[in-house]
Nanobody, 120 residues
Framework: VQLVESGGGLVQAGVSLRLSCAAS????????MGWFRQVPGKEREFVAR????????YYADFVKGRFTISRDNAKNTVYLQMDTLNPEDTAVYYC??????????????WGQGTQVTVSS
């Protein structure tokens, strides 16, 4: 299984970025997909997740209204649209996949991460 994130970069506060995560080696539509982020010295934190069908979406309180998770099962890709970025969003963002047969909060596979840096 491979999860490959892309789309990170250095941006100014207030702008938008869209992260992508391309999955291979798994039956994509059988997995809940999620995004997490981690700042050095801190624990990794949940950002958002989307059900296998794309119908149900859950967000951390700190991104509600600013970030949108979506998926395209035909392309085996999950996205994270991030709007109105602020410096506190600076982190490495990770994509994760969890089997629909397990608890929704459990993720079995992880990507290598993509750096997002927001300057003030």
């Amino acid at each position: 299984v491979q999860l490959v994130e892309s789309g990170g970069g250095l941006v100014q506060a207030g702008v938008s970025l869209r992260l992508s995560c391309a999955a291979s080696g798994l039956t994509f539509s059988s997995y809940t997909m999620g995004w997490f982020r981690q700042v050095p010295g801190k624990e990794r934190e949940f950002v958002a997740r989307v059900s296998w069908s794309g119908t149900y979406k859950y967000y951390a309180d700190f991104v509600k209204g600013r970030f949108t998770i979506s998926r395209d099962n035909a392309k085996n890709t999950v996205y994270l649209q991030m709007d109105t970025l602020n410096p506190e969003d600076t982190a490495v963002y990770y994509c994760a996949a969890g089997s629909v047969h397990g608890p929704p909060s459990r993720f079995d596979y992880w990507g290598q991460g993509t750096q997002v840096t927001v300057s003030s």
